[in-house]
């Protein structure tokens, strides 16, 4: 393909492979990444060292290394683009936290007395950070006894 066909410029869903001429790998990863879209890279080499730096340089998603789209079939393998094809994740941990919402409740009901790191600080609080930051060596109880006294 040439790079201005529209495949090279608008995401296509597959079954497309887009082939381009290059003479350097670093050709190959610019004109990658020159499009707005980065959903998966597959590159292929004998040269371990070289894969390594071609996947950190282009901007995708996915990148597989002489191979082509196994992660799609493997659950565990988060799968996803970035750019213009960033629609999040699915699989792995990355692609469950997308069907999760976290939300953080705090309820203090009234009945517990005043908490030693609420305003307005006072001398029981500056002894409780006094003793955390110069880290007093004892035990944790004498610690914290310490912190209390009056």
Known sequence: ???????MRE???GPILAL???KEAEEAVELANSTSFGLHVSIWTGDPAK???LAEEGRAGTVIINDVIFTLAQVECPWGGVG??????VHGEPGL????????????????KRMPWWFPYDD????LMTLHLEGKS???ISRWREVFKR
């Open 1 to 7: 393909v040439e790079e201005g066909m529209s495949v």
């Open 11 to 13: 995401e296509t869903p």
């Open 20 to 22: 381009a001429p290059f």
């Open 51 to 53: 894969a390594a730096k």
């Open 84 to 89: 213009g094809s960033g629609f999040g994740r």
């Open 97 to 112: 936290l997308e069907t999760c919402y976290l939300k953080h409740i705090s309820y203090d009901g009234g009945a517990r």
């Open 124 to 127: 029981r609080y500056r002894r």
């Open 138 to 140: 004892g035990s944790f």
